[in-house]
């Protein structure tokens, strides 16, 4: 999932991009990708700006301008992919509970 936040003159933004891994218990969002994109017009499309990236799945993470612990995470962009997950139960004969 994505979480985006727009600058009010449209030419730049920031994106977070969520992973979740499944266990028997419990559900983990994680962040796995962070970075401020610009443009020079809102006719152009984003470009990830190279040192305000983090990418966990990328190998040259560690020589990127940003590093793990420098990822900013507020509130409303947790919130917000909190609110994405969906949520479901079944009871015992498969019919949806909630």
Do not use: N
Not at 1 to 6: A, I, N, P, W, Y
Not at 68 to 91: C, F, M, N, T, Y
């Amino acid at each position: 999932m994505e979480v985006e936040r727009l600058s009010e003159d449209k030419l730049s933004r920031e994106v977070w991009r969520f992973g979740v891994d499944y266990y028997p218990s419990y559900i983990t969002l994680y962040c796995r990708y962070f970075g401020r994109e610009t443009r020079p017009s809102p006719r152009h499309k984003f470009k990830p700006d190279p040192a305000r990236r983090w990418d966990s799945y990328d190998p040259r993470r560690y020589w990127s301008g940003l590093k793990e612990e420098d990822v900013p995470l507020p509130a409303d962009v947790v919130d917000e992919a909190l609110k994405s997950v969906v949520i479901r139960v079944r009871g015992a004969t498969g019919e949806l509970v909630r």
